[in-house]
């Protein structure tokens, strides 16, 4: 069979006519790209993401921050001359900056996105100084005007060790989220007094010179519920403030000095069925 010379010299002509339009199409992109990228910044924008919750950061107050870093100049610059990541990371030496995203958009804007931190306790130190501390045991620094609905802990004293620092930082962590996130418990625990021993001392908004012992974090949550129940049923009964001391460290009771010892219900049974013991007599209430 005979061989069709013109198709077999079409194939190379083809195959050089194919290689030269893909090498033409790299090159316009690159050109694009590189045209995209020697664009001269219109304009900066920066947003904060969560303003409407806290409003601690203002545009201005970033703005000044970010730039006043004299490495750090956008001005008649163009997309390939900025390091944005050196924005970010000026950006987020703000202690209330919890992430910031900078980016270039296709209308040549310069993007500055801000995350605020979210106090979840404001500590006192045993030596006077203040500070804000949030979900990620970071410290932020008390802001005039600013003030927060959240669990005060007072008399905090820390160590030598960083270890045992950010330990003591968790458990505060941990009793600031179970109080805040609770409307009654925020509302009703005024503060929280910090103890040596890492235990803790609440107290409450009503029950004039009262202490509740709370201890350590170990069962946190079936003590406030004791502490509810008692609130519910024996309170009413005996009032506010004939009792300076309520300990909760005891499973299953709570024993309010100077006399007053309250066995609570199994949480099968009725709160109602929750008895009363006086120990100078043994009667119930």
Same mark, same amino acid.
């Given at each position: 069979m005979a061989i069709n010379t013109h198709t077999k010299l079409k194939r190379p002509v083809r195959l050089v006519l194919g290689l030269g339009l893909c090498t033409l199409f790299i090159a316009l992109v690159v050109l694009a790209f +590189?045209? $995209? #990228? %020697?664009? !001269?910044?219109?304009?900066? #924008?920066?947003h904060v993401v969560n303003q409407n919750r806290m409003g601690v950061l203002q545009k201005k107050t970033l703005e000044s921050w970010i730039f006043k870093n004299p490495q750090i100049n956008v001005s008649g610059k163009s997309k390939d001359k900025l390091d944005l990541k050196k924005i970010e990371q000026q950006a987020e030496l703000n202690p209330w900056v919890a992430n910031a995203e900078v980016y270039v958009d296709n209308d040549d804007v310069l993007q500055i996105d801000i995350a605020e931190r979210y106090p979840l306790a404001r500590?006192?130190?045993f030596d006077g100084l203040s500070f804000y501390m949030d979900s990620s045991l970071a410290k932020m620094p008390v802001i005039k005007g =600013? =003030?927060? +609905?959240? &669990?005060?802990?007072t008399n !905090? !004293?820390? /160590? /030598? =060790?960083d270890s045992l620092n950010r330990a003591l930082n968790a458990k505060i962590a941990f009793m600031a989220e179970l109080i805040g996130k609770d409307s009654f418990w925020n509302a $009703?625990? #005024?503060q929280i007094v910090v103890q040596p021993d890492q235990d803790f001392v609440l107290i409450p908004l009503l029950g004039k010179d009262q202490q509740i012992i709370f201890g350590d974090t170990s069962n946190a949550r079936e003590k406030l519920d004791n502490l509810f129940a008692f609130?519910?049923? !024996?309170? &009413?009964?005996? /009032?506010?403030? %004939?009792?300076?001391r309520i300990d909760l460290r005891f499973s299953g009771q709570i024993v309010a000095a100077p006399t007053l010892n309250v066995t609570l219900a199994k949480p099968e049974d009725p709160l109602e069925q929750s008895t009363l013991e006086r120990k100078d007599d043994h009667k119930k209430i």
């Open positions: +590189a045209h $995209q #990228e %020697n664009k !001269v910044i219109r304009k900066t #924008e920066l500590i006192f130190r =600013s =003030s927060f +609905a959240i &669990p005060v802990f !905090v !004293v820390y /160590g /030598g =060790s $009703q625990i #005024e609130y519910t049923h !024996v309170i &009413p009964k005996i /009032g506010w403030d %004939n009792y300076r």
